[in-house]
């Protein structure tokens, strides 16, 4: 298990980001990107982060948008850019592509089912050409009973509904804390299927999720990482949403604090065995 970093923590200046990453020992990156993504774009960030001894650990894609649970011709553009952008990512060599499934859902029983039925007919491509293209792909759900994906129990459901070696969890601890799930009970039960972790603090269940430090919240951080590593977990954990810092830029303090405190959080874990 290793700290990765996003590599918008400074903005969009790549040149400092991968001179922050060396001093702060961080060899895992997290690159997503904005608009359209093309393959000369995808191996250009890639050889770029690998010459300078940095690996590409998981790239972001596109996040999904209503138009995924309503089916149509909105729909299918979407599906499209995704897959093309799972197949570019695979051809570059990125392991890991995660995509945010936070839309919200109908209230209505018979409507939420049509819409999570469309769901289901939008991943199905997306994991297809993931298969193909040797990559892992997984989500980031949301954490409130509004969105279509909530808690562990519905991603457990889309997981099993459209099943693949390659379709799996982009586990965020916060997300999983703040809709009233036990973290460390849902690290167990996605087991080998969590390929990529964010690390966010929460202060209990519930709508609210400010950005604080890690350790502010009341997500139990020891017996998460115990867990992970229980669990084979062999990835990276990615610091997000955290406590502001009023002498800082961007957000290179609170991120320092976060390296820092996870590194020393699997320190610990490893030296239990």
């Known amino acids: 298990m290793r700290v990765a970093l996003h590599s918008g923590v400074l903005g969009h200046d790549e040149e400092k980001f991968i001179q922050y990453a060396r001093d702060l020992d961080v060899s895992d990156v997290v690159l997503s990107h904005r608009n359209e993504l093309s393959a000369e774009q995808a191996e250009r960030r890639v050889a770029r982060m690998s010459a300078a001894g940095l690996r590409v650990a998981a790239w972001g894609l596109t996040w999904l948008s209503p138009a995924a649970l309503e089916g149509g011709a909105e729909a299918q553009v979407l599906r499209e850019k995704l897959v093309s952008e799972i197949r570019i990512l695979g051809e570059v060599g990125v392991p890991v592509v995660y995509t945010f499934t936070m839309v919200a859902a109908a209230e209505e029983p018979a409507e939420r089912e049509r819409q999570w039925g469309n769901l ?44 693949s070696e390659r379709h799996g969890v982009c586990l965020c601890v ?48 020891l017996e998460v990482i115990r867990a992970l590593r229980e669990v084979g977990y062999e990835g990276v954990i990615q610091p997000e949403h955290l406590g502001k810092v009023s002498a800082q830029e961007h957000e290179e303090i609170s991120q320092a604090m976060a390296v820092g405190y996870l590194k020393a959080l699997i320190s610990v874990v490893e030296g239990e065995r």
């Open 120 to 163: 289901v007919e939008f991943y199905k491509p997306l994991v297809a050409a993931a298969e193909e293209a040797q990559v892992n792909f997984c989500t980031h759900a949301g954490w409130t009973p509004n969105r279509i994906l909530h808690n562990c129990e519905t991603v457990l459901r889309l997981l099993d509904e459209v099943p």
């Open 174 to 221: 916060g997300c999983y804390h703040g809709a009233g799930d036990d973290v460390p009970q849902v690290v167990r039960r996605f087991g080998r299927k969590i390929f990529f972790a964010h690390a966010r603090d929460a202060r209990g269940v519930g709508p609210e999720c400010p950005s604080i430090h890690l350790g502010q919240g009341t997500v139990p951080w």
